[in-house]
């Protein structure tokens, strides 16, 4: 059996490397309607990420109001915000715990975060 020329073996690293920054894209922004924190976003973490033992007050990671909430969010940019990253287990630990959330409730926080993540 014949060895890979050298050439080939970069070419393919590159192939396989645009493959993967070519298949991920951003959920859609929507301009309207908002995304409402305190009907869509607040249910959301309270139900699945506020409860007893979890997020709920005793953490660094506290999400039990619009503040904490806030606090873990980058406004405009949900790649970067910490909360983004815990649900789309971007940084190494599933979140929550108990299971993932929905792709839709990850899209609806996505879609908050990047309107301005609003207290409305």
């Not at 396989?16 to 309207?32: E, G, N």
């Not at 789309?88 to 979140?95: A, G, S």
Request: neutral net charge.
């Amino acid at each position: 059996m014949k060895k890979p020329k050298p050439i080939i073996v970069p070419i393919a690293c590159v192939c396989v490397w645009l493959l993967t920054i070519t298949c991920t894209h951003d959920v859609a922004v929507p301009d309207s309607p908002e995304i409402s924190f305190s009907g869509q976003i607040l249910p959301i973490i309270a139900s699945n990420c506020g409860t007893s033992g979890c997020h709920d007050g005793g953490e660094e990671f506290s999400l039990r109001t619009f503040e904490e909430i806030r606090g873990n969010v980058t406004p405009g940019d949900a790649r970067k915000s910490k909360l983004y990253k815990a649900i789309t287990r971007l940084n190494f630990e599933p979140m929550p715990p108990d299971g993932p959330l929905t792709d839709q409730q990850i899209n609806v926080i996505y879609a908050w975060i990047m309107q301005g993540a609003k207290n409305n």
